[in-house]
């Protein structure tokens, strides 16, 4: 069967598991007290079944409930745990036949048939940590079963309700704690009733909190060594033939290695959705079967993929792949050996580089990696503290990096400096195969006009005489993603967000400020996800994986954000 609609069915099983789940909850529910429900209520449940009524029918609701989101994510002991509790539930149903246990059975059997038959897609690993806590509660619930049972040999000896042998004690302990049966406990008295429900809630919390832990499927957040950055910055200096290569090597991504070729993609993980920055890493000839890979890993732990900021050059491969694939923007380049601020294009940034430089303005170029200065390094640091606090202290990860002054390595700094030396701001530069992205761009709130200009040009052109093929500003989001008759629907959502959303994101500011450049090409970029359609889900993890602090505290400000009155 065809991976989507075998995938199709499956959630259809599981969704029928919530309706299960959903309907032992509403059995706990008083609806007997009601007179309009009562024949409802007797229709659909056996009124002479012993178990799953009440508090009980609420926590195997709860557990069923529980089951089911883990099935959804593949977790393989979910399923076993499912296959068991749906075959003594069948065999249950049986043995109290009622009226609507018919369908239930069929419901039942339906989901045990499904699960059977697709167990390999259940290939999802428990967290071996949280596993072992699992059976920390799971001892403790054992324990109090046995306790109990000791309880009840020493204090209801005299009791006309007594035991004659541990093993009686011992069923009568687990009906207790396990299906709540209180018909041999002794609680005449106050003190004795509050024991009893305090060693239910206590098992039960034991319980829960143990499947959660139990079923907790793996995350995969490898420890990164520094042999592992080491390794990767060699495949980028190599492959990274896309301008966000670089940014694998800042301190927000993941590595997976390839096992079967000489390859590495940086990603992120977001509510199960493998969010991976750029370009595969390898050799194009490895390109198909790195990917291959990649889907196999996703599929066996039921992750959705993700890709930010794709290249025309792997674009093709994607669509070949059946991912989806949407327009994510267009990249500001510049040709740097025919490139010069001349012509009206360029006249903005050349007036305001002219205005940098009779105020006397200068560039400078730090290299960390020949000579440490604390001054500079200091000064770059209050630039970044000051325009955080403008930006409300919430910053972009991910698809930009950081000043990473600690472990600076490929990376070039160029700054301004006024006339008494005050640096003014800066711009740090991430190398690829044939250029440098601007990546961060920075400066002081009080700064003249046409320091970040000065920067920039000057940048550019020292490395046009080094022969440096590229300059690259980096991406213009969301700008002309939908310019074609065919734009799909996720292209025309976009375009409306650029359209409309200015206020809030500015992203038509953003990119007249490139534009003004003059740059000589626009490079499109691409996003790409597995499986289709795309969903909220997937723009949740576009948002939650570049917003590493402050996700909360900026939803609130956009949804609290004054307007601006203006009085005539």
Request: aromatic residues 12%; proline residues 3%.
């Given at each position: 069967?065809?991976?989507?609609y075998?995938?199709?069915?499956?959630?259809?099983?599981?969704?029928?598991?919530?309706?299960?789940?959903?309907?032992?909850?509403a059995?706990?529910?008083?609806?007997?007290?009601?007179?309009a429900?009562?024949?409802?209520?007797?229709?659909?449940?056996?009124?002479?079944?012993?178990?799953?009524?009440?508090?009980?029918?609420?926590?195997?609701?709860?557990?069923?409930?529980?089951?089911?989101?883990?099935?959804?994510?593949?977790?393989?002991l979910?399923?076993?745990?499912?296959?068991?509790?749906?075959?003594?539930?069948?065999?249950?149903?049986?043995?109290?036949y009622?009226?609507?246990?018919?369908?239930?059975?069929?419901?039942?059997?339906?989901?045990?048939?499904?699960?059977?038959?697709?167990?390999?897609?259940?290939?999802?690993?428990?967290?071996?940590m949280?596993?072992?806590?699992?059976?920390?509660?799971?001892?403790?619930?054992v324990?109090?079963?046995?306790?109990?049972?000791?309880?009840?040999?020493?204090?209801?000896?005299?009791h006309?309700?007594?035991?004659?042998?541990?093993?009686?004690?011992?069923?009568?302990?687990a009906?207790?704690?396990?299906?709540?049966?209180?018909?041999?406990?002794?609680t005449?008295?106050v003190?004795?009733?509050?024991?009893?429900?305090?060693?239910?809630?206590?098992?039960?919390?034991?319980?829960?909190?143990?499947?959660?832990?139990?079923l907790?499927?793996?995350?995969?957040?490898?420890?990164?060594?520094?042999?592992?950055?080491?390794?990767?910055?060699?495949?980028?200096?190599?492959?990274?033939?896309?301008?966000?290569?670089y940014?694998?090597?800042?301190?927000?991504?993941?590595?997976?290695?390839?096992?079967?070729?000489?390859?590495?993609?940086?990603?992120?993980?977001?509510?199960?959705?493998?969010?991976?920055?750029?370009?595969?890493?390898?050799?194009?000839?490895?390109?198909?079967?790195?990917?291959?890979?990649?889907?196999?890993?996703?599929?066996?732990?039921?992750?959705?993929?993700?890709?930010?900021?794709?290249?025309?050059?792997?674009?093709?491969?994607y669509?070949?792949?059946?991912?989806?694939?949407?327009?994510?923007?267009?990249?500001?380049?510049?040709?740097?050996?025919?490139?010069?601020?001349?012509?009206?294009?360029?006249?903005?940034v050349?007036a305001?580089?002219?205005?940098?430089?009779?105020?006397?303005?200068?560039?400078?170029?730090?290299?960390?990696?020949?000579?440490?200065?604390?001054?500079?390094?200091?000064?770059?640091?209050?630039?970044?503290?000051?325009?955080?606090?403008?930006?409300?202290?919430?910053?972009l990860?991910?698809?930009?990096?950081?000043?990473?002054?600690?472990?600076?390595?490929?990376?070039?700094?160029?700054?301004?400096?006024?006339?008494?030396?005050?640096?003014?701001?800066?711009?740090?530069?991430?190398?690829?195969?044939?250029?440098?992205?601007?990546?961060?761009?920075?400066?002081?709130?009080?700064?003249?006009?046409?320091v970040?200009?000065?920067?920039?040009?000057?940048?550019?052109?020292?490395?046009?005489?080094?022969?440096?093929?590229?300059?690259?500003?980096?991406?213009?989001?969301?700008?002309?993603?939908?310019?074609?008759?065919k734009?799909?629907?996720?292209?025309?959502?976009?375009?409306?967000?650029?359209?409309?959303?200015?206020k809030?994101?500015?992203?038509?500011?953003?990119?007249?400020?490139?534009?003004?450049?003059?740059?000589?090409?626009?490079?499109p970029?691409?996003?790409?996800?597995?499986?289709?359609?795309?969903?909220?889900?997937?723009?949740?993890?576009?948002?939650?994986?570049?917003?590493k602090?402050?996700?909360?505290?900026?939803?609130?400000?956009?949804?609290?954000?004054?307007?601006?009155?203006?009085t005539?």
């Amino acid at each position: 069967m065809n991976l989507k609609y075998r995938k199709a069915v499956q959630n259809t099983a599981i969704y029928l598991l919530v309706l299960i789940g959903i309907k032992n909850l509403a059995e706990a529910l008083p609806w007997r007290a009601a007179q309009a429900v009562a024949h409802l209520y007797n229709i659909v449940v056996d009124p002479h079944a012993v178990v799953l009524k009440t508090s009980l029918s609420f926590l195997v609701g709860l557990l069923m409930l529980l089951l089911a989101h883990r099935l959804y994510l593949r977790v393989r002991l979910a399923w076993l745990s499912e296959i068991i509790m749906l075959t003594i539930s069948v065999f249950l149903q049986v043995l109290r036949y009622h009226r609507f246990s018919i369908p239930i059975i069929m419901i039942e059997l339906f989901v045990l048939a499904v699960l059977c038959l697709s167990h390999r897609d259940f290939s999802r690993q428990a967290n071996r940590m949280t596993i072992k806590m699992a059976f920390i509660f799971i001892a403790v619930s054992v324990v109090l079963v046995l306790f109990n049972a000791t309880s009840y040999l020493l204090l209801l000896k005299a009791h006309p309700v007594h035991f004659s042998n541990v093993w009686d004690a011992l069923v009568s302990s687990a009906k207790l704690l396990f299906l709540l049966d209180k018909s041999a406990a002794r609680t005449a008295t106050v003190g004795a009733a509050l024991y009893v429900d305090s060693l239910i809630v206590i098992n039960w919390t034991c319980i829960i909190v143990g499947s959660f832990l139990l079923l907790k499927p793996i995350v995969y957040n490898p420890i990164r060594t520094r042999l592992d950055k080491e390794k990767v910055r060699n495949l980028v200096l190599r492959h990274g033939r896309n301008p966000m290569s670089y940014l694998a090597l800042e301190d927000d991504k993941q590595y997976f290695f390839s096992s079967k070729v000489d390859g590495v993609c940086a990603y992120a993980l977001v509510n199960d959705v493998f969010v991976i920055c750029g370009d595969m890493l390898c050799s194009e000839k490895d390109s198909f079967e790195f990917l291959a890979e990649i889907v196999s890993h996703c599929r066996q732990n039921a992750y959705q993929i993700l890709v930010m900021t794709i290249s025309d050059a792997f674009a093709p491969l994607y669509r070949a792949a059946g991912f989806g694939l949407v327009k994510l923007g267009e990249e500001c380049c510049f040709k740097l050996a025919g490139y010069s601020l001349a012509g009206g294009r360029a006249s903005k940034v050349r007036a305001a580089v002219n205005h940098a430089v009779k105020a006397g303005v200068t560039v400078h170029e730090y290299e960390p990696t020949h000579h440490r200065s604390a001054e500079i390094e200091r000064q770059i640091t209050e630039i970044s503290n000051e325009w955080l606090k403008t930006k409300g202290g919430y910053e972009l990860r991910f698809t930009i990096g950081s000043t990473a002054l600690t472990d600076p390595m490929d990376r070039r700094y160029f700054y301004a400096t006024d006339a008494d030396g005050k640096m003014l701001g800066f711009i740090v530069f991430l190398p690829y195969l044939s250029g440098y992205l601007a990546d961060v761009t920075r400066r002081r709130g009080d700064a003249m006009q046409g320091v970040l200009e000065l920067i920039t040009y000057e940048a550019f052109m020292r490395m046009k005489a080094e022969g440096v093929e590229w300059g690259n500003l980096g991406l213009s989001p969301l700008f002309n993603v939908a310019e074609s008759d065919k734009a799909t629907m996720t292209e025309k959502l976009f375009n409306y967000i650029y359209e409309n959303l200015n206020k809030q994101y500015a992203f038509k500011k953003l990119h007249h400020a490139k534009e003004k450049f003059a740059p000589t090409d626009w490079v499109p970029r691409y996003l790409a996800y597995y499986p289709k359609p795309f969903s909220p889900k997937l723009a949740y993890a576009i948002v939650r994986c570049q917003l590493k602090t402050g996700f909360v505290k900026l939803i609130f400000s956009q949804m609290f954000k004054k307007k601006t009155v203006t009085t005539p």
